[in-house]
């Protein structure tokens, strides 16, 4: 059995939690073998895994953090500047690109594992949270074991960009058939050469 979650930014976010509150509540969270995410649910999915609260708390906490608004979050942040200064270093040192959408995910991932991430009161820790880090989280068996996915969008003509490749996350794997395999998530963003 599984729960699969939309994406959508925030409302999918919150449609998530709603759900999964309204299956724990019912004891179908029990029973689900599965809990798969794309973008905004990935948001709820994620953070709870790693949270080592009740889906309850998580919920609450959740929902706390989502009404505060990234400015608040990012005023309130101690060291902000320094931090996200060393994530797009160890970006550039990667030779990953880097965007606009970087700062947006930093800045999400602050307000939205603020609280809920045990240990996660400090900005550097919030950012600590992995896939790898999840694999405690399901190892006993009493989560859903989280699948996340995403897609890559391509560019050119507008026939073109109808062709999507999906991405697949877990705590132990990273990859895509469409690209030809699949790397540990402990490795993923890693350089490999032939």
Known sequence: IALVCSGGG??????????????????VWDALSYVV????????????????????????????NGSKSF????????NARELLREQLLQRLSF??????????????????LRGPVKGSDDMASSHQVTLVNQQNAVADGSDPFPIYTAVVGQTGSVEQRTAYS????????VGSQEYGGYV???????TYNQ
Do not use: H
């Not at 973008?39 to 906490?61: C, D, H, L, R």
């Not at 540990?184 to 890693?190: K, T």
């Open 10 to 27: 925030y409302r999918a976010m919150f449609a998530t939690c709603g759900t999964m509150q309204g299956a724990y509540e019912t004891r």
């Open 37 to 64: 995410g794309l973008s905004g649910s990935t948001w709820a999915i994620a953070p709870y895994m790693v949270g080592n609260v009740s889906v309850s708390e998580f919920v609450q906490k959740a929902i706390d």
């Open 184 to 190: 540990p998530s402990w490795a993923f963003g890693r």
């Open 166 to 173: 999906w991405l697949f996350f877990t705590p132990y794997e």
């Open 95 to 112: 030779q990953q690109t880097l965007s606009l959408i970087d700062l947006y995910g930093f800045m999400l991932a602050q307000a939205l």
């Open 71 to 78: 400015k608040e979050f990012y005023n309130n942040m101690k």
